[in-house]
């Protein structure tokens, strides 16, 4: 005899249920039969369709697995994959030698499950010996071909680095983080999955770009020869953030170092949102501006409709090169944390009113060639602003000119009363 939970409509029970967590609904789902079927679709929705994973072998395994399940793996659209640090793996190695779970309350709280400690905490030894690629390679493969409708892969770190990494990371987490990121692309291009969102940082409209792994130039400098398949796989892609650090090797550079990020980036012909952060969090460098004067040479996206720079030197003469071969497409430009190197702040909105389709434009910390910027409103100073045509009654035309008629004393700072319009 079924049970009255049971014999309510799926759009009720759904509404029940809806503040249950993952181990109230297994626990529920194991009741009857009955339940089993009727919160699968829910189940899936909720706790299968947008998967958080390491690399390690437990992780790899739970991948496989779901990959190969009749329902679950064509529920699967999103794919977060985080790493760990050096630090982090040799905790856990720490914990697996104590054998006791959970651990005792000397050891800090990790992000792995108690019984995966063991499995995952030898990742990093693995990736750094003989066992790499194939220790990562050869079963998210596997994971991958089977997700049919995965559409998104997003790469990053678990936590924010400590704050003695604000200048570089140690060598030993930098191999790590680069042999890792070639094991996802390898995968990629192995499974020819067809993606639509590739991202190598945590990315929120309002908060901006953090935990990005902030590899090292060479990494995305991939083989011409896997230029095609890298094209088939992002033929879709409309959504590209990356996080390299441009700082690396200082002057001792091969010629022609600048164009790897701009042949990766035009392996995704169709984005419509591109972000690009090319330094560390307070620590740009002035390499940076070639990789912008490379785009602004060779790069063209017909969909480009928003442009995020994050900790980059650019020239004021190319990223008006960009913005105006994108004229016709771009609607955002956002800006944090920029050097201009070459050119003026004042010169640059003033060419900013070119760009007709511009809808909304937001500028942080931005430093001009003597002083940083600063925007002022009720006396205050600002370090950001943001002109937004869908939250003022005014045209973007005017918002810009209002900015440009601001005068640039001495000191090169551009001082701009802004009440009325600042979000």
């Not at 500028?363 to 002083?371: D, H």
Request: aromatic letters at 6%; one cysteine or more.
């Amino acid at each position: 005899m079924t049970s009255f939970i049971e014999r309510l409509p799926v759009e009720v029970f759904e509404i029940l249920a809806i503040d249950l967590d993952l181990s109230g609904y297994q626990n529920l789902r194991l009741t009857s039969r009955q339940l089993h079927l009727l919160t699968l679709s829910t189940f899936g929705k909720r706790f299968i369709s947008r998967l958080t994973s390491t690399l390690g072998s437990p992780s790899l395994d739970r991948l496989v697995n779901l990959s190969n399940h009749p329902y679950f793996c064509d529920v699967v659209t999103r794919l977060d994959i985080r790493l760990l640090t050096h630090r982090d793996y040799k905790l856990l190695a720490n914990i697996a030698k104590v054998g006791i779970f959970p651990p005792p309350k000397r050891f800090p709280v990790v992000f792995v499950r108690h019984e995966h400690i063991r499995g995952e905490s030898t990742l990093y030894d693995d990736v750094l010996s003989r066992k790499y690629p194939q220790c990562i390679t050869e079963r998210l493969t596997r994971a991958l071909i089977g997700f049919g409708n995965l559409k998104t892969i997003r790469f990053r770190t678990q936590n924010k680095e400590p704050a003695g990494w604000l200048s570089d990371l140690p060598d030993g987490d930098q191999t790590f983080r680069t042999k890792c990121f070639q094991a996802v692309i390898d995968s990629i291009l192995k499974s020819e999955i067809q993606l639509e969102e590739f991202g190598m940082s945590k990315r929120k409209r309002t908060k901006g770009i953090s935990k990005s792994l902030h590899l090292h130039y060479p990494a995305l400098q991939i083989p011409f020869s896997a230029h095609a398949l890298l094209r088939q796989c992002f033929r879709d892609l409309s959504s590209l953030d990356l996080s390299v650090v441009t700082s690396h090797n200082g002057s001792v550079r091969v010629p022609g170092w600048e164009n790897g990020l701009s042949h990766f980036i035009m392996c995704a012909p169709s984005l419509k949102s591109l972000a690009l952060s090319l330094g560390r969090d307070e620590h740009i460098s002035d390499y940076s501006a070639a990789i912008i004067h490379s785009l602004a040479l060779s790069c063209h996206l017909p969909s480009l409709e928003c442009l995020h720079l994050v900790n980059t030197a650019l020239h004021e003469g190319d990223m008006m090169a960009i913005l105006t071969r994108h004229r016709g497409s771009i609607r955002e430009l956002i800006l944090k944390n920029t050097r201009m190197l070459m050119g003026t702040w004042i010169s640059f909105l003033t060419s900013l009113k070119e760009v007709e389709g511009l809808q909304c434009l937001r500028l942080a910390l931005l430093e001009g060639l003597r002083s940083p910027v600063v925007f002022r409103k009720s006396k205050k100073a600002k370090p950001k602003i943001t002109l937004d045509l869908a939250k003022s009654e005014r045209p973007m035309r005017e918002m810009l000119e209002d900015l440009v008629a601001a005068e640039s004393g001495e000191s090169g700072v551009l001082s701009v009363d802004v009440d009325g319009w600042l979000h």
